[in-house]
């Protein structure tokens, strides 16, 4: 018996870390919607952030032993995060949305002038905004215990939010999505 439950474990351990039509599924120990602040270690004693004024998602740094819990309060950065389907429904994927404000939906889309991709926020009463506002969540090995994810557009597959700056016509903060190979090459945010 103790050889069964251990290969269930096994099984179970292996296919909720398992990818099923290009898309990451999640752990079958985490349950959605989780709320996160999206930091990153860029400055030795301090983390950026992602956070919008509701219609532009912008990068900002807080210290380290500043309180997240009062972050979230100072700051519109947590999102409740929770799970979805594309619109053709092969995959699965997250909403990223306001918590604070549950009508502002973290999408990407291309920038003004078209040669770049930038992270929006959506102001609508809808439930499902479409693909556009939609990632594909890949979880990454852990930084300093702290879960950490890439997070890759639907609309834009291999494009990842990112640190990077946009181009030199945008504002230095803007958040952008970049390029890459895989997730392990993009950037790793900590879901705090």
Request: aromatic share 10%; glycine share 6%; charged share 20%.
């Amino acid at each position: 018996m103790k050889k069964l439950s251990f290969v269930i474990v096994a099984i179970l351990s292996i296919t909720a870390c398992s990818k099923k039509n290009g898309a990451v599924l999640p752990s079958l120990l985490e349950h959605y919607p989780q709320t996160w602040i999206l930091t990153y270690d860029e400055l030795p004693g301090k983390y950026t952030f992602l956070k919008t004024n509701g219609a532009v998602m912008y990068r900002d740094n807080v210290v380290t032993s500043y309180s997240m819990n009062q972050l979230a309060i100072d700051e519109q950065c947590e999102f409740e995060v929770n799970t979805s389907k594309t619109e053709d429904g092969s995959k699965v994927c997250f909403t990223l949305r306001l918590d604070k404000n549950k009508k502002i939906w973290l999408g990407a889309g291309k920038s003004s002038n078209g040669a770049e991709k930038h992270m929006y926020a959506l102001n609508t009463t809808s439930t499902d905004p479409g693909d556009g506002y939609k990632f594909f969540v890949h979880k990454m090995p852990d930084v300093k215990g702290v879960k950490t994810v890439a997070l890759e557009s639907v609309t834009y597959p291999g494009y990842y939010i990112s640190i990077s700056s946009p181009g030199s016509q945008f504002a230095q903060n803007l958040v952008t999505l970049q390029q890459a190979s895989s997730p392990e090459k993009a950037t790793g945010w900590q879901c705090r």
